[in-house]
């Protein structure tokens, strides 16, 4: 496959990563100071929305560099591979990650929308549900490219 027909999915990749990095230096820490700020007696929600925020980062870009590594499978024809398969397995687990992360932090996301106004809770929702269908999408393509791959090694020893 020629080199360039990914490079739209691979530049796609950089620019998804670019916004999450921006929301990581500068709203995360706006965040935890202000989850400190709402609850000064307790001086633990500064720092368990960090580790639910940075936590659910770590998993995110490396899924991205997973999925930058399967469109560089595809380019160099390597995409019916086990490293194609294991790429995806890596983005399911990436994706399970980041989808356990917030469900395990959304009690403590729920505490600090009763105190805004507009209640924000549903934002934690709507990433723990976009996490679980990218990992049931990676979950459905790893087994249908196993499956091809079994039936070109099957091929391959019938000729």
């Given at each position: ?104 932090g959304s009690p403590l ?51």
């Amino acid at each position: 496959m020629k080199q360039g027909t990914t490079l739209f999915l691979k530049i796609a990749v950089i620019l998804i990563g670019i916004p999450v990095l921006a929301l990581c230096i500068f709203l995360v820490p706006k965040i935890g100071n202000f989850a400190g700020e709402l609850y000064p007696d307790m001086t633990y929600m500064k720092s368990l929305v960090f580790i639910v925020m940075y936590g659910a980062a770590l998993p995110f870009y490396f899924a991205l560099y997973q999925a930058f590594n399967l469109l560089r499978y595809i380019d160099g024809s390597k995409s019916f591979s086990e490293l194609s398969v294991k790429a995806l397995k890596n983005i399911k687990y990436c994706a399970i990650t980041i989808s356990g992360l917030y469900v395990l932090g959304s009690p403590l996301f729920h505490f600090i929308a009763k105190k805004i106004d507009p209640p924000i809770g549903l934002v934690g929702l709507i990433i723990i549900f976009a996490s679980l269908v990218i990992a049931v999408f990676a979950a459905v393509l790893q087994k249908l490219l196993k499956e091809a791959i079994d039936i070109k090694s099957e091929n391959d020893l019938t000729v």
